[in-house]
């Protein structure tokens, strides 16, 4: 298992700030528009994601992430009043969201697909978008979809405030969710990021193949590497 990432906080209001934490308060400000989002896959669906030339909403993977049961019930979900869950593509708002990192860890629940809870941490590749490229009727959350606590924003200006109060409690967003209505081009993605060496060269193969171009591709271990953190 790969060792674990704890994040360093002050020791008082009066200590200087470590630099993980200057880091960590430059990003609560970011504006929404310049906010960028994280779609966790497994590195067999990749194939067909470039087919599509987009992260299509409702398209069965061939290695599906969650449990048949909890693809019936996104089937069956309203995300808003008239807006079927299962025409979205959901996003993560941190590379470190609570959802990705129970994977990292090893601790994924039953809510997670038996071939998700086996697979290895480097056979998940994170596509990384942006809200800017996201369109006008972006949901976003404060936390799990499925929660009966979950707050819902639609749209930039609902949801700048939305993640303003989130960020109180959880101020790298990682319990936030988004969702992107129909689909999410991979021409518009900003990075595709990969744990290893030799899954970035099966991605760049895959992308050859498909006869498509990524913005950027490239290895980033330490966002498939499990963070230590209270719960928020």
């Not at 310049?34 to 030339?53: C, K, M, W």
């Not at 995300?79 to 869950?85: D, I, Q, S, T, Y």
């Not at 697909?113 to 086996?118: Q, V, W």
């Not at 978008?129 to 976003?140: F, L």
Request: no cysteine; charged share 20%; glycine share 6%.
């Amino acid at each position: 298992m790969s060792k674990a990432r704890e994040r360093v906080a002050p020791t008082s209001l009066r200590d200087p700030a470590p630099a993980a934490t200057v880091v960590h308060q430059a990003k609560t400000s970011v504006p929404f528009a310049q906010r960028r989002l994280y779609h966790v896959t497994h590195v067999d669906n990749i194939a067909g994601i470039l087919a599509d030339g987009a992260i299509r909403a409702g398209a069965i993977p061939d290695v599906d992430l969650i449990t048949p049961e909890g693809r019936a019930a996104i089937a069956e979900r309203e995300l808003v009043p008239g807006a079927p869950l299962a025409g979205f593509v959901p996003f993560l708002l941190s590379p470190d969201a609570l959802w990705w990192n129970a994977l990292r860890a090893a601790e994924a629940g039953e809510q997670y697909s038996r071939a998700a809870r086996k697979a290895a941490t480097a056979d998940f590749v994170v596509l990384i978008a942006t809200t800017a490229a996201a369109g006008p009727e972006i949901v976003v959350t404060d936390g799990p979809v499925g929660a009966a606590s979950t707050s819902f924003a639609v749209g930039a200006d609902a949801a700048v405030p939305l993640l303003r109060r989130v960020q109180v409690r959880d101020p790298d967003l990682r319990s936030a969710e988004a969702y992107v209505n129909g689909s999410y081009a991979v021409a518009e993605l900003a990075m595709v990021a990969t744990a290893n060496e030799p899954i970035r060269a099966e991605v760049k193969r895959l992308v050859g193949l498909a006869g498509v171009r990524l913005p950027r591709l490239g290895v980033f271990p330490p966002m498939f590497q499990p963070t230590v953190d209270d719960e928020v």
